[in-house]
């Protein structure tokens, strides 16, 4: 049998004999447990640096996978647009989000990224349901942001693009899974490849200081592995098989799990302010009624 058959074999039968759920769940730990990680190499590598390492391990890893020059050779124009507009997604939303991680609160950023889904669906959608969630997520931003309006906009202003492309991220993500697993991962692992196209000039230089450290390069690898690879694998693996609506519902559990892994790794204890302020954002995630994107 050839081996892409066997690959899209492999992931096709991975996303039906696994839950959807179970995939969404290693994804949401994965998805703030390698930025946790990153944001412990900043003063090493730089804000920069760590963004580059982690779309540059990611595409490496998936280039065999996923031979992202057939996928962007087979694809059409409006195929290719898809691949060039997820894979500059990825490379501005990673390394916004970075940037908005060197100055905020893990579980801030996390709860802003919400803010645009739900926004969206109450654009799409206008219901009182929706504007409800609206006006709970909204508040629970508020109680999070507390004084950081004054203090530091310019962390404000990384966190609010990074949000902006998250809900660009699950729309574009959702259209590349449209046809099953397999074709979904084969166009992530070509829209990575055009993410570090457009990351080599930018992020390059600063990561350029981890090549005299094994020890760093490692560990620059192992960021870009666990918050690239698993998750956004597991992603589509889950965004396959789930509808729209249901992957909008379990979004409610990532700014809680986003507050438990800062608290762990990175010793970001969330006070009873943060607390509320969470558990508005992920009841507004929870009533909100997610829009046809």
């Not at 762990?264 to 009841?283: E, F, H, K, S, Y």
Request: charged share 10%; proline share 5%; hydrophobic share 60%.
């Amino acid at each position: 049998m050839p081996t892409d058959i066997v690959r899209a074999t492999g992931f096709s039968r991975a996303a039906e004999t696994v839950p959807a759920q179970a995939w969404f769940g290693v994804s949401a730990v994965f998805h703030y447990l390698g930025p946790s990680f990153a944001v412990l190499l900043f003063p090493a590598i730089g804000v920069l640096g760590v963004a580059w390492f982690r779309v540059a391990s990611a595409a490496l890893v998936f280039a065999p996978l996923t031979r992202p020059w057939r996928t962007i050779r087979k694809a059409n124009g409006r195929g290719r647009l898809l691949l060039i507009g997820l894979g500059a997604c990825l490379a501005v939303m990673n390394t916004s989000f970075y940037l908005a991680l060197d100055r905020l609160p893990m579980s801030l950023v996390a709860a802003m990224e919400f803010v645009g889904t739900i926004g969206v669906a109450a654009y799409g959608l206008r219901t009182a349901r929706n504007a409800c969630a609206l006006a709970l997520a909204i508040a629970g931003v508020f109680v999070l942001i507390d004084v950081k309006w004054a203090t530091d906009p310019h962390g404000l202003f990384w966190a609010a693009l990074n949000a902006a492309l998250f809900v660009c991220y699950i729309v574009l993500g959702h259209r590349a899974a449209e046809d099953g697993a397999s074709g979904g991962v084969e166009r992530l692992g070509a829209a990575m490849a055009i993410a570090f196209a457009i990351l080599m000039p930018i992020g390059f230089i600063e990561a350029a200081r981890a090549f005299r450290s094994f020890t760093l390069v490692a560990a620059g690898i192992g960021v870009g592995i666990c918050s690239s690879v698993v998750p956004y694998v597991c992603d589509q693996l889950a965004m396959s098989r789930l509808p729209r609506a249901s992957f909008a519902l379990l979004l409610a559990l990532l700014p809680a799990t986003a507050t438990v892994i800062a608290a762990i790794v990175l010793a970001q204890v969330p006070t009873l302010r943060d607390l509320l302020g969470i558990a508005l954002v992920m009841a507004g995630i929870v009533v909100h009624r997610p829009a046809r994107l």
